[in-house]
């Protein structure tokens, strides 16, 4: 099978098209045929060696997988040969066929594409449980979200308002990506890369400030954003893209009883008791057209250090998917 390498960790350049073995299949395990993959930061992080986790060497990236399952471990028993999932894998979605454990392999409703679906798993169960989970977002309260315009941005801006938000604060880096944040239903449009962002976000909130805050930037925007934070205001990390240190002093959060979580998406996928139900609720919405997936680019598998590229440039807006098949 075809599948998409790195050997060493580096820039785009080092993701390398290779002919692998094709997987086996055995206990828990299902062989699916991928029909298109998810791109994520959490790749270029891989491919970096600047993951949570480490990266063993060589890596092919790629957690979140569509595709139809073609054979099945001699243990498995909910999911047959044919059947159309989604799946979200440690490692491996750059290829033409990956192992998923048979309880990571979600069924496809029929009116689901594998477009949409691949949209879903990483960036939607993220969206979903920063909010529900981790923030305990109530109805009524008010959500700043960075990065509104991306894969879990564009997401969460809806999720908010389904989960009843009364007001959703979008920051983006250009007029583009603040229309597309309106789209999705922000209230409130701005612009971080200007100077002094963050009064305008206590100014959107009548000087209150916002009860969830989603941050995965880092850095400035970070110490910023915890200067837009509510009484008993929580903000929720979940990534670092400016890879730069964190520098909170702990004491400052005592004064006005607020908080700041980490997000790991993994730690939700060992419990069946939240993933399972949050998956299907996210098939809903998307069914009932209440969830509106935002594709921002689909590539051949062949152009994956291109869009690794493009990413890294932070000129991509929506979801980006590679199409295996």
Not at 152 to 181: D, H, N, P, R, Y
Not at 299 to 316: G, L, S
């Amino acid at each position: 099978m075809k599948a998409i390498q790195f050997e060493a960790y580096g820039g785009p350049e080092v993701l390398k098209l290779t002919e692998k073995e094709k997987p086996t299949p055995t206990g828990y395990e299902v062989l699916i045929e991928i029909d298109c993959v998810g791109v994520n930061y959490a790749d270029t992080a891989r491919r970096e060696g600047q993951y949570v986790v480490p990266t063993p060497l060589p890596f092919i990236p790629g957690a979140e997988v569509a595709g139809v399952v073609v054979e099945v471990g001699e243990k498995v028993t909910k999911i047959k040969a044919g059947t159309r999932v989604v799946s979200l894998i440690e490692s491996g979605g750059y290829s033409e066929y990956a192992l998923s454990n048979e309880f990571s392999a979600i069924p496809l409703p029929a009116e689901i594409s594998f477009h949409d679906a691949v949209a879903l798993p990483l960036q939607g169960l993220s969206a979903y449980h920063i909010l529900k989970t981790m923030g305990r977002l109530q109805a009524g309260e008010a959500v700043l979200i960075h990065a509104a315009a991306g894969g879990v941005g564009t997401l969460a801006v809806q999720l908010a308002k389904i989960f009843g938000a009364g007001k959703v604060i979008a920051t983006a880096s250009t007029e583009e990506k603040l229309e597309l944040a309106k789209e999705m239903g922000a209230d409130v449009l701005i612009d971080y890369t200007k100077e002094g962002w963050e009064l305008e976000v206590r100014e959107a909130t009548d000087g209150k400030g916002v009860d969830v805050a989603l941050e995965m930037a880092g850095g400035d925007i970070f110490n910023k954003t915890l200067k837009c934070l509510a009484p008993f205001g929580r903000i929720v990390v979940f990534g670092n893209a400016s890879r730069e240190l964190y520098t909170m002093n702990p004491q400052n959060l005592m004064r006005r009883n607020q908080s700041v979580i980490g997000f790991f998406l993994p730690q939700i996928m060992k419990r069946p008791d939240l993933l399972v139900p949050s998956i299907e609720e996210l098939f809903s919405y998307v069914a009932s057209g209440k969830l509106k997936m935002t594709i921002g680019g689909i590539y051949p598998i062949e152009q994956a250090a291109a869009v690794h590229e493009e990413m890294n440039a932070r000129q991509t807006k929506g979801k980006l998917i590679l199409q295996i098949k």
